[in-house]
């Protein structure tokens, strides 16, 4: 049997660069060379329609909560799209990349006519260290506890009914199955994870001139990410400011990632850091990688952290905390540690102070790295689950 997948998310140009584009997108071009028919939609891919019917949707669904409506009303455009998307190509297999988005798939089936019968399988990812109703809290999204168990209530009742979840690793797996308050997990929720990146470098000192700096820079310390509270790029100023003051190891931050970075500049302003961070969207995450001499996580929610992974698979000395789903991802490669200012601090100026510490972590980074399969091995696991559905 061949598969007709279509893979949903509501991602934007800037999203696709981090996160969900650089682990779907292999997927499917994995799929493809395996001779199945791989779609991947996207928010750009419709955006006449979010245009159209993203501001009434919101309208309606703000008598009933107007902090959420936006929000939803993207899910529910973003998922009748899909479904006419699916109908169109007659895909046997839709992958969506957020439960709510099953709202708008389910819409999307009633508006051509599919009330009780479904079309295709229908499959669900959780990318967070629990449910997404948790997760959105995490990333700054208020809401009152009763509206939150609400949420809860209305994703454990979506992933029940789908042919399946998955999950990027187990800890977020179990997460998931808590959160739910499920005292099973069931057996359609599935640990699928990723293949090992594939980063080609170009040398430092081209890096290093890509921003500006020069070859005998102060050390470069490197976080990636979306500019979000759950990411806590915070802890990252605070930790330079530190070095900068008890360490005399003045640092430059370098923050490749898409969103406002107004806030991290003015703590940074407040701290009297001797070097500005650099905080800018990346395309090309190969340059920060060879810029960097030390790559720090400090995210403590991560399910299972891709970028993470890109820093290890690059041979990047990495710092990263001891929660979340780090300690199962990154096995050796990392050097983990609980989540604080003074902890990466002091860690960072342990590692750069002692020149073996530094390439300790190179060499535990390459060696983990090694031992990761590729993203065409994994379709094959792919491919098998989800032709059994």
């Known amino acids: 049997m061949t598969l007709r997948l279509l893979i949903v998310t509501r991602e934007n140009e800037q999203d696709r660069a981090y996160g969900l584009g650089k682990t779907l997108q292999p997927i499917a071009d994995a799929l493809s060379r395996r001779g199945h028919q791989v779609e991947y939609f996207c928010k750009m891919d419709c955006q006449d329609a979010h245009i159209k019917w993203h501001e009434r949707f919101s309208h309606l669904l703000s008598y009933f909560n107007a902090t ?20 169109s190509e007659k895909s ?39 449910s997404f109703a948790w997760a959105v809290t995490q990333d700054g999204l208020p809401m009152s506890d009763r509206l939150y168990r609400a949420l809860l209530k209305q994703e454990c009742k979506i992933l029940l009914s789908v042919d399946a979840v998955f999950t990027p690793s187990d800890t977020a797996r179990k997460a998931l ?26 040398n430092k000192s081209e890096a290093c001139a890509h921003f500006g700096l020069a070859a005998a820079h102060a050390p470069i310390i490197l976080g990636i990410g979306r500019l979000t509270p759950v990411k806590r790029f915070d802890l990252l100023i605070d930790a330079a400011a530190i070095l900068q003051q008890q360490y005399q190891l003045p640092v430059q931050i370098l923050i490749a990632g898409g969103g406002d970075p107004a806030p991290l500049l003015q703590q940074a302003e407040k701290h009297t850091l001797q070097l500005k961070p650099i905080i800018q969207f990346e395309s090309n995450i190969a340059w920060p990688l060879a810029a960097a001499d030390l790559y720090v996580s400090t995210c403590a929610y991560e399910s299972y952290g891709q970028a993470n992974r890109e820093a290890v698979a690059a041979g990047v000395a990495t710092l990263a905390p001891s929660s979340g789903g780090s300690a199962e991802v990154l096995g050796i490669g990392a050097c983990l540690q609980p989540l604080s200012a003074n902890n990466i601090a002091a860690a960072i100026a342990d590692i750069l102070q002692n020149p073996g510490q530094q390439q300790y972590w190179q060499t535990k980074a390459l060696e983990e790295s090694k031992h990761w399969p590729t993203w065409n091995q994994l379709s094959e696991d792919y491919e098998r689950l989800l032709l059994s559905l």
Not at 105 to 118: D, H, I, P, S, T
Not at 178 to 189: E, I, V
Request: aromatic share 10%; hydrophobic share 45%; glycine share 10%.
């Open 68 to 87: 959420l409506a936006p929000a939803i009303a993207e899910r529910l455009v973003q998922g009748i799209a899909a479904v006419r998307k699916a109908l």
């Open 92 to 130: 046997t297999h839709v992958w969506v990349h957020d439960p709510w988005l099953v709202w708008g798939v389910k819409l999307g089936l009633k508006r051509f006519g599919y009330w009780r019968e479904q079309p295709f399988k229908l499959i669900v990812s959780e990318h967070g260290l629990g």
């Open 177 to 202: 199955v808590r959160d739910l308050c499920l005292s099973q997990t069931p057996a359609h929720f599935h640990v699928m994870g990723y293949g090992k990146p594939e980063i080609n470098l170009p």
